[in-house]
């Protein structure tokens, strides 16, 4: 087996006003870039829940990253970088499955220094909780913020009479 050097990250990171510690811009990155793989075990759903509550914390774990409904990386474990890349609903990169692997791209141009995020999302079963809003607070201050990570589930369409 060939050992290839790791190439340097087109970021570094450190504290955010977003959450904890995110991934900044150390250089400008192009449109399209692919910045990072994002790793860890990967689990069943089920072991994920067994291992994560997001009901008995107060702040719901948002290092796991459904794949398919088989398949979901827990980057809290063997995960990399790409594990602080914060959430925002009006984000600079995407996260892209391809083939199962989740690649972290760039959107669009990205300035050195700015934070690199993405929209994670996220989905809980179930009927919507009014709980939600405060343990799924989203802080990315865009001015198009929808308030929470979550997207809310859409409501049943009203049929329409001919």
Not at 63 to 83: K, P
Not at 104 to 132: M, S
Request: aromatic residues 8%.
């Amino acid at each position: 087996m060939v050992n290839y050097p790791r190439l340097s990250l087109p970021f570094a990171l450190r504290p955010s006003a977003i959450q904890g510690l995110g991934a900044f811009a150390v250089r400008r990155i192009r449109r399209g870039t692919r910045l990072i793989e994002y790793t860890g075990q990967r689990v069943t759903p089920e072991e994920a829940d067994r291992r994560y509550d997001d009901d008995a914390v107060e702040h719901p774990h948002t290092f796991l990253f459904t794949v398919d409904a088989r398949t979901v990386i827990d980057a809290s474990v063997d995960g990399n970088e790409a594990r602080f890349i914060n959430h925002s609903c009006n984000p600079n990169c995407e996260a892209v499955d391809v083939d199962g692997r989740i690649f972290i791209d760039a959107l669009r141009d990205i300035r050195p220094g700015e934070e690199l995020t993405y929209d994670y999302r996220l989905e809980r079963d179930g009927r919507w909780r009014a709980d939600f809003a405060q343990r799924y607070a989203c802080r990315c201050s865009a001015p198009n913020c929808r308030g929470v990570l979550l997207v809310r589930p859409k409501k049943p369409g009203r049929k329409k009479r001919g």
